[in-house]
């Protein structure tokens, strides 16, 4: 492919999108852009002289964003980029095509050049994306597989369990403090805010079936800290075929989580531990091995990322965070490689004084698959939740300051569930 640029000719290689009229008789103007041989592009351009609402140019930029770091810019056989050129000829083995920005419909567009036939131009910022997925399928593989390879390859060179065991780090008060305030995790809850239940000591849960409180589907004994975090000392479960699990959890003398051991009737399961480095924590059950969940903290010390290893050093799954002012989670997104988005979770919440949630959307695969919404009336809150696949439940609950309560639950409009939590005294 060549590519010939006046010598004063800026391209950015960002984000942008453009298109506009082509034609194929030979052109005595200077052209800004001539690809040659084959060449493959996509360009994102602005006709200056059009006015356009200011939605359809954040979108124009978001949109083209998106293309852009799909490609990471020029690749060996695509160039994708945002530019201040004017005008563009593709030359095919018939013909040549030319583009001027000038004669653009409207002030944004996106110029899609295949090498072989006429260019491709849409204005829609909508159909950016699927159009060039569609028409670039070789490309975009190419791309996924070298991100995968150079990306992944890096955290298995660089990054096995092992290494990152034997690496030397002391956590010191101020690092524990802001971890377990700020962390947001299964481990490091979200404190309580001051309209949230603070649980400390032991508390016991039971489920029933329904609100006769006649039969008992689990029983449950929860002991908290007493540091207010409502993070767990251990727990047990008593479900009705006899099994009973207990899950006791170790701390260091600065609050760290040491490790956490699980047990099946009495017997020991597995024993989850935890390293601590600068920039993250990892949950590891086996030295042998590089499984592991790794959390990786922001400057606040927030864990914007989590990743999960299988025992090949390979990543399975992660996921990133992204919050507000008061640290609560706004989305969460779950990728199954480092390219392909393959979730969305987005979260409300009811006013500044709580972490309660006021909705919780679940995208999936840009599907929305699942809804939660929360009021407060009264002294209850309200919940009710409704997936894709027909599966609506409802809730009714009132919980006091120290953490007890009922909850009432409703599947398709029966009655599911009843649950009782009571604070026992110390």
Known sequence: MKLILPLLLTLFLYNYSGYAQTNTTSSKEKVDITLTDGGKAVFFVENLSKKEDASILALHKKNSDSIYRMFGGATTTLLVGRTNAQSFKSVTKLKSWYVYVKDLKRRTAMIMIDGNTEPTIEYDPDKYIPIVRKKFVVELTQRKSSMKQERWGEEAAESNLQLKLETKFTPDASYAAALIRNANTMEYPLPP???????????????????????ATVKALYIYLNDGTNRFKSTEMDYLNGTKNKIVYYYSPLGLLDSMKSFTNGKPDYTLKYKYLHDRYISYTNNNDNSRREFIFNTLKQVATIKDFDGDNTISMYRSFKFDDKGRILTESRYKDYYTLEGKMEYTYNDSNSKVLATLKTYDNDKLTYELSRQKQGNHFVQKNKSIYGYES??????SKDGAGLSKNYTNGKMSGYFVTQKIAD
């Not at 805010?193 to 649980?199: G, K, Y």
């Open 193 to 215: 805010f001051p309209e949230d239940p603070v649980m400390k000591g032991s508390y016991s849960f039971v489920s029933y079936t329904d609100s006769t409180q006649k039969t």
């Open 394 to 399: 409802s809730s009714i609950d009132n919980y």
